[in-house]
Structures are given as C-alpha cells and as structure tokens.
C-alpha cells in the first residue's frame, strides 16, 4: 500500500491572491472603461457639426449593466435624427461623429487594459 500527503497551503494561498487580484482588475476595468466613455463623448461633441447645439447637448454617457463580471460604457446621441447625421441620408452626405470619437479613444483603452493586466501578472 501507498500512502502521501499534499500541503494544499500554497495552493490556498494562490487562490487567496487570484481572488484579489479579480476584484482588484474589475475596479480598474470599470476605471478605465468610464474614462474611455467619458474621453469618447467629450471627442463626440467636439467632433459633431453644429446648428443648434441640440444634437450636441445630447450626447450621454452611461454605464448601465457594469458589474462585477462586466463594464460596459455607453455613449448615445439621444436626438432622433443624430443617426441621420452620423451615416447621412440619399440626400445629405454623411457627417460622422460618434465613431469618429470612438476610434480616436480605442488605442488608449487597450494600453489601459494592457496595464491592468500586466499590474496583475506582477501581483501574483
């Protein structure tokens, strides 16, 4: 007959880190994914064409559905015809804003993240 034991403690104590290091990336995640909304919306109202300030004033940020488990950033012109300005109409050419904002801010949000992570590749 065979017979050994296995100290579990190490192990214990990596999935005592694991955790942290979980709760501490969802916090920085939710950080920087506001940051990018905030960034995003702010280039949104610098970018979009002016009249009379309507569509403008419209543009909103929230975070609805952010937990735990997700971080999600949304930034919405909430005027009816801002769809019209951003992808133009068969008669207006398109003028652009939203995704415009978007692409200038993805770059700064992957080096976020790649942060965070290269953060908690160092705490473990």
Known sequence: ?????IDS?????LADRLERAAEGAAF?????????????AKDAKALVPVDTGFLRNSIQ????GSNANLAQ???QARASYSKYVE????????????GPAA?????????????????L???L
Do not use: C, W, Y
């Open 1 to 5: 007959m065979t017979s050994f034991e």
């Open 9 to 13: 403690s190490e192990f214990n104590l």
């Open 28 to 40: 920085l995640i939710r950080g920087a994914v506001r940051k990018t909304t905030l960034d995003i």
């Open 61 to 64: 940020t929230s975070s609805a």
């Open 73 to 75: 950033g949304i930034v």
């Open 87 to 98: 992808f133009g109409t068969s008669r207006t050419a398109p003028r652009a804003f939203m």
């Open 103 to 119: 692409d200038r801010n993805e770059a700064a949000l992957q080096q976020a993240l790649g942060q965070i992570a290269g953060t």
């Open 121 to 123: 590749g160092g705490a």
